[in-house]
């Protein structure tokens, strides 16, 4: 009952307006914040676009909540912020947290957007975190040296240029990184010494504690393929406005309008009709001076 109560709170505790006086901080006060409390080395608001220190912060907030095991820590590019954002959606809906995170917008790495979810942060940890000592170094080389120490720590190398990469490099690597977690889903439960104890110690069998596990890792899988197909579809959603403000009766256009209303597997629509270079569909497209859409 206690637990309900005070999770009831913390889902109330949750929503603030932007009136409220979290949103007034300013950005040199939460850098410093930042820096002091998890023993980072950032320099820009921008930074925290790659959510590990939001995802320690909820550590520190709900120890154990949090798999910091699973945690992308030298995550520099959009598609690899999105796996730590789905992680940090993930612990807010276990904690009962009434937040809904706007991934595809911080994952681009915009100063207001993360200034203001970094205000939202800092005012949710003020009113939650009882003062605890916390050891973010510490659980931080923890948790890369149980990943096999292959990625760096955010405090020795945390992202500070091109944290976000460019739209028509992300959608390469993407699909290929989702395609290594399902295939690698299963064979995770097995080598995890911790899950076996938790096993043993709640009666159930090793065959049922791995099939549990490989469940929750399925499970993850399936949150990021959606939060990945949002942000496609707001990718494409951008081209389709962009594509608006042309002649819609141009060659390119049309063509890029017949791919965007083609249906799964009418692969005709993109590779047939005439094999019309892109500089010569460019031809006769009218683009204002101080247009800067592109």
Partial sequence: VLERGRQSIMATNANFGMMEGAYF???????????DFLKLDYKKIEQTASAVAYLQLMDALFPGKVPLTKVNWGAKFDYE???NFTLLQQVFDKCNIEKKIDVPVLVKGKFQDNLEFCQWMKKFFDVHYGGDPYDA???REGAIKAQGGAKASPAAAAPAKKAVASPNKAPVSKPTTTAKKVTAAPTKPAASPVKKEAAAASGKSDKEAQLEAQVEELKTVV????????FYFGKLRQVELACQQFDPEHALCKRIFSILASEGGDEEIVDGGEDVGIEEEMEGVAVEEDDETF
């Fill in 137 to 139: 170094l510490g659980k």
């Fill in 223 to 230: 949150s990021e393929t959606e939060t990945e197909r949002e």
């Fill in 81 to 83: 912020f999105i796996k």
């Fill in 25 to 35: 901080v300013g950005r040199v006060e939460l850098l410093a914040w930042l820096n």
